[in-house]
């Protein structure tokens, strides 16, 4: 019996030999060179090098880009693990149909760590090092399928582990899709070459299983199959047409009519930004991709197109075809497939421009993750016919000592720049240094400096939110927080007032708070209708109930004359707005009158003074005002009289 077993395995070896690929695809010198023998010590070495490089990462906090909107704010939900059906059907951020993004393999991941400990912070973080230990030790093995031996496989898988590109993806947690999508993309490549060299059955269900759980991780899953069918093309088209294959390819279309069908249930229709014009908008990031794998030019956590990293990418990308136009031996069948690798699974995120973009960033770079294989292997196979053509130990020996140096370059610059993730604060500095229209990052970056106290300098970030992207609802509601905090309580009013006129639905707080300024305003009748209206949104709104209760004692216990400059006062703001500064201004002076010890009223004066011209005569108003303790009117001194 053992004799047979030993007899049909040796049939297997040598029917992969047969199968393997043409010489063109590499011709790897004898694995026993390498000296290390066990194949487990390299893939110890493999993820002891993964975690030396990113244990730091394990600490980090998030950086309030998505990870809070789809971890924190979920924590209830992910804690249940009996949601896991219900997660499949929702989108990318658990909800039912609010965004365009589908990613269940994601969602369940999430709810998975969230099984883990109590620190939700620290099991994501884990997990993401965990998927990027074993996708380097997926592509170590990929790469000796490929023809490589195992001294450029280990080198490849190195690249992969210490590779500062990659770093996005990694330690950004929204990025999981992602990591799961090249993890499950490799293990499909892996069972596709091991399916078609040895023909045994049991790899093809486990392609059928790793493409399903690829395509359920990301839609980009859905190229695996061309990238098949060029593979064949390129090395062994015999097997492109056969009766397994046929099989092979009916299951996929049926797991994608599948994710298809789940995916329309749980996402929003008509947000798509889909198109080939997004391509051609997005054309700049192949160039820029490929410049910053070798260089990390334009490196930061929400990217702007770059004149400079293109003009290097496209460098680069002229250098190679000039050196396989002259070397033509180089230009090997592999590494057409390596393009076509690199590009195939580029394009898709290129088709994908969101209305936002110009107002965010015009690309994320841990997209990179997946098709970056197709550098590697191009890198890997030129080196490789180097090393062939040289002759002497020595100078094989230096090629050796240059792979370590560019390793430990990449590694260098991995460890000097992953801290741009620390933080929300180092998070939104990256991005504000190098993309400074980016409205996100000065939102992120605003809600810290509140966090810290640093009013001034959040109500600034806002304002740059705002100026290139005017319709951002967040930063308007979160600026007016802090102006009324300031007691600049008419700005705080026209933002909220931007809030509700752009999007009614936006909820009950944006109601309270706006009842709450007009409170001060003394616009008690408004203060009302908006308390009201926030109590009708959320009945369980405690706070709402108490300051309805306040403000009814107010009006009760309310001097007929503070009454009437109420009245004036607020039928003045209205004229004001309207443009209306000289009847306002009357209605005014007629509020301060009644009311001569508010301080608001007189701001108002200063403010409409102002917009008439009279710069003098606001700035005595407002130092009134300001001596009484009015931040806005200080703020307006400060400003305009100095």
Request: include cysteine; charge should be positive; hydrophobic fraction near 50%.
């Amino acid at each position: 019996m053992a004799k047979h077993q030993q007899k049909k395995q040796n049939q297997n070896i040598r029917q992969v030999n047969k199968q393997a690929p043409s010489a063109e695809i590499a011709m790897p010198v004898n694995n026993d060179s390498f000296p290390i023998k066990n194949i487990l010590i390299i893939y110890a070495i493999i993820a002891v090098v993964c975690v030396g490089v990113y244990f730091r990462a394990l600490s980090y906090d998030y950086t309030n880009h998505d990870d809070d909107v789809i971890v924190l704010n979920n924590l209830p939900f992910l804690k249940d693990a009996s949601n896991i059906p219900e997660a499949i059907v929702m989108d990318a951020w658990f909800r039912h149909k609010e965004i365009e993004l589908y990613r269940p393999l994601q969602n369940v991941s999430y709810i998975i760590d969230a099984q883990v400990g109590s620190d939700i912070i620290f099991s994501t973080h884990l997990t993401n090092l965990v998927i990027h230990i074993l996708t380097c030790l997926a592509v170590f093995y990929l790469l000796t399928l490929l023809a490589f031996n195992r001294k450029y496989a280990f080198f490849g898988a190195l690249i992969y582990a210490v590779h500062y590109l990659f770093l996005h993806a990694v330690i950004w947690i929204p990025a999981r899709g992602d990591l799961l999508l090249a993890l499950f993309a490799f293990l499909t490549m892996i069972t596709f070459l091991l399916q078609v060299r040895t023909n045994v059955w049991y790899f093809y269900v486990l392609n059928v299983l790793a493409f399903s759980f690829a395509l359920f991780a990301k839609e980009t899953a859905i190229m695996l199959p061309f990238i098949f069918a060029i593979y064949l093309f390129l090395f062994n088209r015999k097997k492109i047409f056969t009766r397994k294959n046929a099989i092979v390819l009916a299951c996929y279309i049926i797991i994608f009519f599948v994710y298809y069908f789940l995916r329309d249930m749980s996402i929003a229709k008509g947000e798509q930004q889909v198109s080939i014009k997004s391509f051609f908008l997005n054309i700049q990031t192949i160039p820029e991709t490929i410049a910053k794998f070798f260089v990390p030019i334009n490196f930061c956590t929400m990217v702007a197109y770059n004149l400079w990293a293109t003009l290097l990418g496209l460098f680069i990308m002229a250098g190679f075809i000039v050196l396989f136009t002259v070397k033509k031996d180089l230009f090997s069948k592999l590494i057409v497939f390596a393009i076509v690798w690199f590009v195939f699974f580029l394009v898709p995120g290129m088709m994908y421009r969101p209305e936002f973009a110009p107002h965010t960033y015009d690309y994320l770079d841990h997209r990179a993750y997946l098709p970056a294989l197709g550098a590697v292997i191009i890198i890997l196979s030129l080196l490789h016919n180097l090393e062939r053509k040289i002759k002497s130990k020595f100078s094989k020996n230096i090629l050796t000592i240059g792979l370590v140096i560019f390793l430990l370059y990449l590694m260098g610059l991995n460890l000097v720049l992953n801290n741009i993730y620390k933080n929300p604060t180092s998070y939104s500095e990256s991005a504000i240094t190098h993309n400074d229209h980016s409205s996100l990052a000065y939102f992120i970056h605003a809600v810290e400096m509140k966090k810290t106290g640093a009013e001034e300098k959040a109500i600034e970030d806002y304002n740059n939110a705002i100026k290139y992207y005017p319709k951002f609802i967040d930063a308007h509601y979160n600026r007016a927080v802090i102006l009324y905090e300031m007691q600049q309580y008419e700005a705080a009013l026209e933002d909220l007032d931007f809030v509700i006129a752009n999007k009614p639905d936006y909820g009950y707080s944006v109601y309270g708070m706006r009842g709450i300024v007009r409170s001060s305003l003394a616009d008690y009748d408004g203060a009302e209708k908006d308390f009201t209206t926030a109590l009708k949104i959320n009945p369980d709104y405690a706070e709402g109930y108490k300051n309805m209760e306040t403000l009814q004692q107010l009006k009760k216990n309310r001097p007929p004359a503070l009454v009437e400059a109420e009245k004036l006062n607020a039928l003045g703001i209205e004229l004001a707005k309207s443009g209306n500064y000289k009847d306002a201004l009357v209605l005014f002076e007629k509020a301060n009158v009644k009311d001569p010890a508010s301080s608001q009223i007189i701001f108002n004066l200063g403010n409409c003074l102002h917009a008439m011209g009279d710069t003098k005569a606001a700035c005595e108003k407002w130092n009134i005002a300001a001596v009484r303790g009015n931040q806005g009117a200080k703020a307006m001194q400060e400003k305009f009289c100095k």
